[in-house]
C-alpha cells in the first residue's frame, strides 16, 4: 500500500465517487450497508420462488432493484452488487445464474431474453499495478436495449450498450457497443450479420 493521497483536495465520499463514475476504494459504509441488505434481499427472493409465493416473490424482487417493469422475471439464483442500480424492463425473462455487478447503472431494456450464467460486469480496475494494489476501482454503466437476446454465458464488459433486437451468441464476451439489429458472436464479440439481410435459401 502506498502513502499517495488519490483524493486530495476531493471532499467526496468514496461513495461520491463511485457514483459519478471516477475512481474510489470500497470502503464505504453506506455502500457496505446497501451490498449487505441486497445479499439478504436476494436470499428471501429465492427462497420465496422456491415456496412458489409469487407475490412475496415480486415485492422482494421490486424492493431489491432500481426498477423491475410488469411481467418481468428473473430466475434465480441472482447474483449482485447492490441491487438498486439494476433497472429490468417489462416482459423481460433472465435465466437462473445472472451476474449483475451493478457498481454503476445497469439497465435491461423491454422484451429482453437472458440465457443461464449471464455476467453483466460494470466494474473497472486500473491497469497500473500501484493504484489497483491500493485498491482504487471505478464502474462503466452498461445498457441493453429492448428485444434483445443474450446467449448462456454471455459476459458483457463495463461500459457496453448493445441495441435493440441484437442477438449475441452463448459464451460471446462483449467487449465493445453492439448496434441495433444484428447477430454478434466470439471473443470478442463481432457481427456476423444484421438482422434485416434475407439468409441464404438451404
Given at each position: 500500500m ?6 486530495a483536495g ?8 463511485m457514483?459519478a463514475?471516477?475512481l474510489?476504494?470500497?470502503d ?5 450497508r446497501i ?13 420465496a420462488?422456491?415456496a ?9 424482487l ?5 426498477s423491475l417493469g410488469?411481467g ?6 441472482l447474483?449482485?452488487d447492490?441491487g438498486?442500480n ?5 416482459r ?6 445472472l451476474?449483475?455487478?451493478?457498481v454503476?447503472t445497469?439497465t435491461?431494456g423491454?422484451d ?14 486500473p ?9 482504487l ?11 434483445v ?10 461500459g ?5 433486437d ?13 448496434p ?8 470478442p464479440a463481432?457481427?456476423?450479420r444484421r438482422?434485416d439481410e434475407?439468409r441464404?435459401?438451404?
Amino acid at each position: 500500500m502506498s502513502d499517495r493521497d488519490y483524493f486530495a483536495g476531493d471532499p467526496r465520499t468514496n461513495r461520491e465517487r463511485m457514483l459519478a463514475g471516477d475512481l474510489y476504494i470500497a470502503d464505504d459504509p453506506e455502500s457496505e450497508r446497501i451490498a449487505r441488505r441486497a445479499t439478504v434481499l436476494v436470499e428471501e427472493y429465492r427462497l420465496a420462488v422456491i415456496a412458489a409465493d409469487d407475490a412475496r416473490a415480486r415485492r422482494v424482487l421490486t424492493d431489491l432493484l432500481g426498477s423491475l417493469g410488469e411481467g418481468a422475471f428473473i430466475k434465480p439464483p441472482l447474483a449482485v452488487d447492490y441491487g438498486e442500480n439494476l433497472h429490468v424492463g417489462a416482459r423481460t425473462f433472465v435465466n437462473s445464474g445472472l451476474t449483475a455487478l451493478d457498481v454503476a447503472t445497469i439497465t435491461i431494456g423491454e422484451d429482453c431474453q437472458i440465457g443461464p450464467n449471464v455476467q453483466l460486469l460494470t466494474p473497472t480496475h486500473p491497469l497500473d499495478p500501484q493504484p489497483r494494489r491500493d485498491k482504487l476501482e471505478a464502474a462503466e454503466p452498461i445498457t441493453l436495449g429492448d428485444n434483445v437476446w443474450l446467449g448462456g454465458g454471455v459476459i458483457v464488459c463495463p461500459g457496453v450498450t448493445i441495441g435493440d433486437d441484437t442477438v449475441v451468441g452463448a459464451g460471446a464476451v462483449v467487449t465493445r457497443d453492439l448496434p441495433a439489429g444484428v447477430v454478434a458472436v466470439g471473443n470478442p464479440a463481432r457481427v456476423v450479420r444484421r438482422l434485416d439481410e434475407p439468409r441464404e435459401q438451404v
